[in-house]
T-cell receptor, first 115, second 115 residues
Framework: EPEVTQTPSHQVTQMGQEVILRCVPISNHLYFYWYRQILGQKVEFLVS????????KSEIFDDQFSVERPDGSNFTLKIRSTKLEDSAMYFC?????????????FGQGTRLTVV | KQEVTQIPAALSVPEGENLVLNCSFTDSAIYNLQWFRQDPGKGLTSLLLIQSSQREQTSGRLNASLDKSSGRSTLYIAASQPGDSATYLC??????????????FGQGTTLQVKP
């Protein structure tokens, strides 16, 4: 069964460093998302991406964040200068289309720890 | 603004019991509602999706219902097993999001099924 793949599974970085989280969405999907989950809190939407551009972003997704689909298969989330409060589980998701019966599929997540 | 709430936050039951998890949302203008399972430190596994025009969906021992007008969904688990122990999340795809497909999550119900 097709799945969303995320790497790395766990990343530890020092405050102020740049990190890139990587995702390979399901191959025939057209819509891509990043969500995050701070420990003990809700899963929160960060950004949606379609047709090589951001279609929606949340208040959390400030200038420190960027997304890219560099080669038609990978989908990346970059955090330019990490802060302690960026420590969270980051999930990538993809959706085939925007029909009512379309499921969102999530990756296993990248646990980011900022020290 | 769409808000999703899940009650109870935690539930512990003996093996074999039937149980119901609750999800409520404040705005009935949704495309669909999706139930996920999350094991500790892991990703989100899609369990069931209910379109806004549907009343229920079934998969094995799971049955999800949707009452859009009252802003409620339930996930019924029959004959619970220790392997069902996990956190169950509901998420709505809200019409007001410009149909970017983003999901709004509840905080989850953590289920423990004791042998």
């Amino acid at each position: 069964e097709p799945e969303v793949t995320q790497t790395p599974s766990h990343q530890v970085t020092q405050m102020g460093q740049e990190v890139i989280l990587r995702c390979v969405p399901i191959s025939n999907h057209l819509y891509f998302y990043w969500y995050r989950q701070i420990l003990g809190q809700k899963v929160e939407f960060l950004v949606s991406f379609y047709n090589n551009e951001i279609s929606e972003k949340s208040e959390i997704f400030d200038d420190q964040f960027s997304v890219e689909r560099p080669d038609g298969s990978n989908f990346t989330l970059k955090i330019r200068s990490t802060k302690l409060e960026d420590s969270a589980m980051y999930f990538c998701a993809s959706v085939r289309d925007r029909g009512m019966n379309t499921e969102a599929f999530f990756g296993q997540g990248t646990r980011l720890t900022v020290v | 603004k769409q808000e999703v709430t899940q009650i109870p936050a935690a539930l512990s039951v003996p093996e074999g019991e039937n149980l119901v998890l609750n999800c409520s949302f404040t705005d009935s203008a949704i495309y669909n509602l999706q139930w996920f399972r999350q094991d500790p430190g892991k990703g989100l596994t899609s369990l069931l999706l209910i379109q806004s025009s549907q009343r229920e969906q079934t998969s094995g021992r799971l049955n999800a219902s949707l009452d859009k007008s009252s802003g409620r969904s339930t996930l019924y688990i029959a004959a619970s097993q220790p392997g069902d122990s996990a956190t169950y999340l509901c998420a709505v795809r809200h019409l007001g999001s410009g149909n970017t497909g983003k999901l709004i999550f509840g905080q989850g119900t953590t289920l423990q099924v004791k042998p």
